[in-house]
């Protein structure tokens, strides 16, 4: 299990008057909540403790990954990969019992500008038809190995058009088309899904002037979603304060289609950062409209992408990494002390969950 829990763990997304349930006519809540077992050091012991920890908070299990391009390129099995380094950790999280869903990076989750760091490492691209094919091995692999709920395919796509090169854009959108239209040929009935940049779709990010834009473009783009990712962090989007996200943040996006969503990765950070003045009380603040919004929005789940704070300087991190910016992102500390906004996350998880 060592090698599949480190290979996740590389991927490095309780003020009593705020721990109130969102408010729901129906007195239930329509989605699942959950966290990715990312740890706040990179050491199989912590990727443990975090499993095991935030599975108490939880009814459900999110797992973010790279593409492992350099293996790939390598000439190693993607087959291989999967069972050697995601099978296990895959069913800790779900022996429980709970949902998985399983978002797959293929590009740069840092910096949706270039491509993902291997790849670029290597002189490599996207673009390239044989690194494309070895997307769809991998892609195929983990669907029929790991089996997930969910399988998340491309990430924060529209993010990915505003800032990278118009050709690797396209390129995710050849590859993971391809790539979905396999699996269904192939039998799976996985949902497949995309996640887009909720702040981007508002029109918020980067250099947007504050008018909503939607998502139009990546629902023709990627027809085969059967659930749409949600991807926000309001904090670094110009909200000073989690009151002001309008209610319909999420709800508008879909723009009247009745296409379920899932928040796959989000938070806001209980700490000040570089142009960012924040608080644990804000935190637990931002937990409780986030629960609104997904109410509102009648949301099939929501992830907070990590459960701990991530201790910074135990990452190898390159010089100028923006990861700093989301390392206190977690409802309990490096060292697992809880903070306000976990009181919260359970008053809300304590509410009766609709079956659908």
């Given at each position: ?52 920890e935030m599975s108490r908070h939880a009814d459900a299990a999110l797992m973010v990954l790279d593409i ?141 002037n504050g008018s909503f834009v939607g998502i139009a473009r990546d629902r023709a783009d990627f027809p ?28 508008r996006v879909a723009d009247g289609a009745s296409l379920p969503m899932i928040v796959t990765e989000g ?90």
């Amino acid at each position: 299990m060592r090698s599949s829990i480190l290979a996740l763990a590389m991927v490095a997304g309780c003020a009593s008057s705020h721990a109130e349930a969102p408010a729901s006519a129906s007195g239930s809540r329509t989605f699942r909540m959950g966290f990715s077992p990312i740890p706040p050091r990179l050491s199989t012991a912590e990727v443990l403790r975090t499993a095991d920890e935030m599975s108490r908070h939880a009814d459900a299990a999110l797992m973010v990954l790279d593409i492992p391009w350099t293996a790939l390129l390598a000439d190693t099995s993607a087959a291989l990969l999967v069972r050697r380094d995601q099978l296990q950790l895959a069913q800790l999280l779900r022996q429980r019992g709970v949902p998985l869903v399983v978002q797959l990076e293929p590009a740069n989750g840092l910096d949706r500008g270039t491509e993902a760091a291997a790849l670029v490492a290597l002189g490599r691209s996207i673009t390239e038809p044989a690194v494309q094919r070895l997307y769809r091995d991998y892609v195929a692999a983990f669907d029929s190995i790991v089996r997930p709920d969910y399988l998340i395919v491309a990430v924060e796509t529209n993010l990915i058009r505003a800032a990278s090169k118009p050709a690797v854009y396209a390129a995710l959108v050849t590859m993971s088309n391809a790539a979905a239209a396999e699996r269904r040929a192939a039998g799976s009935t996985t949902k497949l899904m995309v996640s887009v940049q909720v702040d981007v779709a508002w029109g918020r990010l980067p250099g947007g002037n504050g008018s909503f834009v939607g998502i139009a473009r990546d629902r023709a783009d990627f027809p085969f979603v059967d659930v749409l990712g949600l991807s926000s962090y309001p904090y670094l989007a110009g909200f000073k304060a989690p009151e002001e996200i309008p209610l319909d943040y999420y709800a508008r996006v879909a723009d009247g289609a009745s296409l379920p969503m899932i928040v796959t990765e989000g938070g806001w950070t209980s700490g000040s950062v570089t142009g960012v003045t924040s608080s644990p009380e804000l935190q637990a603040r931002y937990i409780r409209r986030q629960m609104q919004l997904a109410d509102a929005a009648k949301l099939l789940g929501v992830f907070q992408i990590t459960y701990t704070d991530l201790d910074v300087a135990s990452f190898n991190l390159p010089p100028g990494s923006i990861l700093p910016l989301f390392a206190q992102l977690g409802l309990v500390d490096a060292s697992y002390r809880p903070k306000a906004a976990l009181a919260v996350w359970d008053s809300v998880r304590a509410v009766p969950l609709m079956r659908r």
